[in-house]
């Protein structure tokens, strides 16, 4: 059995939609692959951000939903986000995001890869990492960074865990990571070197506080296999290693599996299959409301249901 190659996706919850996309689009340049709904709650967004193409291993998914209170972090969660950047770029991000009103940490050494750390509009810890890249993404030449600066998918996500050992186990066991290293009480897992995204860190916090779900929290991090058949092979063995997992999910770009693991984070299962294109050309990607074809007998109450947004212009 193949094992698991990086992630797929990570999806947060913004409040405020049109700042989110702002952000995401116009200040670190991903390119918005997808205007949808929640396909659970078809009233609200669901908002798509990645390379040209929304490539697995780059994507990084809101639910807006407007009311949410503001989440607290902790642990039983995945707590930040880390993008690739190329190598010499942190200098160029800390003086773009400040000019963008953004404040940075100062430039921290992980793993001998410097790592620039910030908050997004909705106070998302996201870092920057310049890390050699060993799958170049899709470039988005129309965005407004330019390539020797621009994010390259994802490098890592960072769990935070009262109890280490069974969330390494699921990853060692059942996922197929390898371990990597330790620094402190970070410890390191990596999949396959050979995709964006194949690094999982579990940051150990025994007797600290449990997370807060809310505005701000990652929801749940999608890891990625081929096909179908290899996402029905997964769901047996997680099954049979005693998790709650559920029935595959038609999420149309995509399809999904959900469980939660011993510390409580939710993990999903993805298929690299169909991808974005599958209902709007790569041209014109986010430029429109999408549907499954499910709620299109319903396209008139839902528009109605979303605020408007807008695809803002930026200067290059
Ligand atoms: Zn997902």
Avoid: C
Avoid at 28 to 37: D, P
Avoid at 75 to 101: D, I, M, R
Avoid at 183 to 196: A, L, P, Q
Avoid at 210 to 233: C, T, W, Y
């Amino acid at each position: 059995m193949q094992a698991i190659q990086g992630l797929h996706h990570v999806t947060a919850v913004a409040r405020d939609q049109q700042r989110n996309i702002d952000f995401y689009r116009n200040v670190l340049g991903q390119r918005f692959v997808k205007r949808t709904v929640n396909f659970d709650a078809p009233d609200t967004y669901h908002f798509y951000f990645g390379d040209r193409i929304g490539s697995p291993g780059s994507i990084l998914t809101f639910f807006a939903w407007t009311n949410m209170p503001r989440g607290v972090r902790g642990n039983g969660e995945t707590n930040a986000l880390a993008y690739k950047v190329p190598q010499g770029s942190l200098e160029f991000w800390q003086e773009h995001l400040k000019k963008n009103n953004v404040s940075t940490n100062p430039i921290e050494m992980r793993f001998g890869e410097k790592v620039l750390s910030f908050e997004d509009p909705d106070s998302m810890r996201l870092e920057l990492i310049e890390s050699e890249s060993n799958s170049p993404t899709k470039f988005w030449e129309a965005g407004p960074i330019p390539q020797e600066y621009a994010l390259q998918g994802f490098h890592s996500v960072t769990l935070w865990v009262d109890e280490l050992e069974s969330t390494a186990e699921l990853l060692k066991n059942q996922m197929g990571y390898q371990v990597a290293g330790q620094e402190e009480k970070r410890y390191r897992f990596i999949g396959d070197k050979n995709v964006s995204g194949h690094i999982v860190d579990i940051l150990h916090r025994p007797g600290k506080m449990q997370a807060n779900f809310g505005a701000g929290s990652i929801h749940h991090i999608a890891f990625r296999v081929p096909n179908d058949e290899a996402q029905l092979e997964y769901q047996s063995l997680i099954r049979d290693a005693g998790y709650r997992i559920t029935e595959v999910m038609d999420r149309n770009y995509f399809h999904s599996i959900y469980f939660r693991e011993h510390a409580g984070i939710l993990f999903e299962i993805a298929t690299d299959t169909p991808g974005f294109a599958i209902d709007e050309p790569v041209e014109t990607l986010g430029e429109t409301l999408k549907l499954p074809a499910w709620f299109e007998p319903n396209r008139k109450a839902i528009e109605e249901s979303l605020l408007p947004i807008t695809l803002k212009a930026f200067e290059k």
